[in-house]
């Protein structure tokens, strides 16, 4: 009887755990066998891995300072940047760090993130964990660990080596080679070199192509605020990007998008030169570098107010340009210490001399308006070009419709 109890007494645990098993079983695949196909931002990218894994050399050398920083510091700053480039990609993520424990002689090498979905928060505090560099660099270890991490996963992974390369072995080159034979052109490594030991970044380029990438990639230039770092994700984690203003920045980093054709921009698509007077024309295009706060301007940067033109041979405002001028007002109120030049033009009908004088008219008609909605005489001039500076083609009765215009001019006087 004692002996029935006691094997029910053993078989009850097993019963009870049962149901919970199936039930973990059927909540989904973990992350390490779903199989992630390539998603899709139509029009921008296509992403060129499913996994990828960080590996953070955090041994006694990159204690050292390099320009005033740790190497430590410059390698978690560019992982950092890194994470902050990349778009939003369904991705299996990891890290681990190589070296890092209290005795110098030890070989420790320990996953410090995933794998796991990937989130930009979650990467970026594990990496931000690791407050010293301490021990031994066990980097053939850490790489030959690699392969266990991503072991069960499906689709091509991304190795990403951050390390100054000092004290790394022949041994890690190899361990390279035997990861990517081992997966072919299921796996890359690429690697960023971080310092300015020449050794060490030999020993990188060595493994990176062994990895099947060109070679290390320095830290600094990843870094650098001219556009280091956006290349480097592109050939990373991307397939394919699309420019569809043709500045050199892809899409899904492109804050300035439709930035004109010829304009130097920075790594975020913006004109270096920049937009002084915040018209969003940029500054080695615009003609009217100074337009006031408020005003609409042309593709020149110029203030034109479009609907203030003017019959042929008339300096009359019509109806239509009330509006406009409405707005001239406006804008002259919300800079009070705005002052213009009103312009006049003409189409190329007639004389020049007949041409300046009606000119000069229409831009004393468009002053009167102004005058009569309470805008200083002080805060006002006017100026006559006649059929100097068009606007279009004088060919056509529709260009020479746009010839006879005002348009408003900022100035300091």
């Known amino acids: 009887m004692a002996r029935r109890y ?98 110098p002689a030890s070989q420790e090498s320990r996953l410090i993130y995933g794998p796991e979905y990937f989130t930009k928060k979650g990467l970026n505090d594990a990496i931000n964990s690791v407050a010293r560099a301490s021990g ?10 690699v392969k266990g991490d991503i072991a069960s996963l499906s689709g091509p992974s991304a190795m990403i080596v951050v390390s100054d390369g000092v004290r790394v072995k022949q041994e890690a080159v190899d361990a390279v080679k035997k990861l990517k034979a081992a ?6 490594c690429y690697t960023v070199w971080v310092g300015d030991d020449a050794d060490g970044k030999k020993v990188l380029d060595e493994m990176a192509v062994a990895g099947g990438s060109k070679g290390a990639y320095s830290a600094s230039d990843l870094l650098a605020g001219t556009g280091g770092m956006p290349p480097f994700v592109e050939t990373v984690f991307l397939k394919q990007v699309i420019d569809s203003d043709k500045d050199g ?24 030169d920049g937009d002084t007077d915040g018209d969003g024309v940029p500054d080695s295009i615009d003609l009217c570098k100074n337009t006031p706060k408020g005003a609409k301007v042309d593709v020149r940067g110029c203030w034109t107010i479009g609907a203030v033109h003017f019959d042929f041979n008339k300096a009359q405002i019509k109806p239509t340009a009330y509006p406009e001028l409405n707005n001239v007002v406006a804008v002259m109120k919300h800079n009070p210490e705005l002052r213009i030049i009103i312009d006049g033009h003409t189409d190329i009908i007639g004389t020049a001399a007949y041409n300046m004088n009606l000119s000069r008219k229409r831009a004393l008609s468009a002053m009167t308006y102004l005058l009569k909605k309470g805008i200083s005489k002080n805060r006002l001039s006017t100026k006559g070009y006649g059929f100097s500076r068009p606007i279009a083609t004088n060919e056509t009765e529709d260009g020479r419709a746009k010839n006879r215009r005002v348009e408003f001019e900022p100035t300091s006087k």
């Open 6 to 103: 006691l094997s029910i007494f053993l078989i009850l645990p097993v019963l009870i755990a049962f149901p919970l098993v199936c039930a973990a079983q059927q909540a989904g695949p973990s992350p390490g066998v779903e199989s992630l196909a390539a998603g899709t931002d139509p029009g921008v990218f296509l992403k060129k891995v499913d996994n990828f894994e960080v590996v953070l050399d955090g041994s006694m050398s990159m204690a050292e300072e390099v320009g005033g920083k740790s190497k430590l510091s410059i390698a978690k700053q560019t992982i950092t940047k890194m994470i902050e480039t990349m778009p939003d990609l369904k991705l299996i993520g990891s890290a681990r760090l190589c070296g890092n424990n209290s005795c």
């Open 136 to 145: 031994g660099t066990p980097m053939s270890m850490s790489i030959g660990s």
């Open 183 to 188: 997966y072919g052109d299921k796996l890359t």
């Open 249 to 272: 920045v892809s899409d899904y980093l492109d804050k300035c998008p439709g930035t004109p054709a010829g304009i130097k921009v920075d790594m975020y698509g913006c004109p270096i």
